[in-house]
């Protein structure tokens, strides 16, 4: 590919970035504008419905903020910025940082993060920690949005002959092979939804992607519908391990 195709293909991918960010950030400035109105027009509003009107907004306002972030992220992995440190890690010690740091959330949904490692650790494979800590908390965050109340995710650890492997399973809906097939893409367009009122803003597994393309590394999920789903990272298994 010479530089002036490789050049479109680039400006092609930022413009529909940038037009399934504006489609997502619709919705969320609707209801910014909604309650606003509302606050802005009716001065003898209860305690209660003013309440309300403030929790919506700062969470319609945390939303846009997330994915303009994530938009950025994925504009600096466009444009090559801040390439990843190479470098050895232990991927049971990030995991399992990750877990206890998702404690918090999964309490509040009554649910539980299992993880074991086979062998027990370490395992060591070749990355940079703090991306390869973006994509198992973002695998995790995302398989405590779509689990049911009450279950739990199961995360497994295994080294393989060439590669260390980190699979996350959750307790949702599944997804169908076309919906599988669409996931790491910008705003893919997926039947589940998060199972207490979470958000999401349809970048994280494209950023996740990118990550571990960068890492020599792979993603992919397996699921069949009504039994949830796994996702899955293989690291390069570090050398002389």
């Known amino acids: 590919m010479n530089d002036g195709t ?37 001065s003898d509003l209860d305690a209660s419905t003013r309440k309300e009107a403030v929790l919506k907004l700062l969470g319609s306002c945390r939303r846009m903020e997330q994915l303009l972030a994530e938009l950025g992220e994925m504009t600096a992995l466009e444009r090559g910025n801040a390439p990843p440190d190479g470098g050895v890690l232990d991927l049971v010690e990030v995991v399992r940082a990750s877990a206890e740091a998702h404690h918090g959330v999964a309490g509040r949904k009554g649910q539980v993060i299992e993880v074991a490692a086979d062998p027990p650790g370490p395992l060591l494979a070749l990355g940079d920690p703090p991306r390869v800590r973006r994509v198992v908390d973002h695998y995790l965050s995302n398989a405590l949005k779509f689990s049911r109340p009450g279950s739990g995710v199961s995360v497994r650890l295994t080294l393989l002959p060439s590669a260390a492997r980190c699979s996350v399973t959750d307790r949702g809906p599944g997804l169908t092979p076309e919906e599988q097939a669409r996931l790491f893409s910008p705003f893919p367009k997926l039947g589940p939804r998060p199972t207490g009122g979470e958000h999401s803003t349809g970048l994280g597994l494209t950023i996740v992607k990118r990550l571990v393309d960068e890492m020599q590394g792979r993603v992919w999920c397996e699921s069949v519908p009504g039994e949830g789903a796994t996702f899955f990272l293989e690291l390069p298994r570090a050398p002389g391990t």
């Open 6 to 42: 490789a050049g479109l293909a680039t400006a092609r991918r930022a413009l529909d970035l940038l037009a399934g960010a504006v489609h997502d950030l619709r919705n969320p400035l609707s209801v910014v504008i909604g309650w606003a109105e509302l606050l802005a027009e009716d």
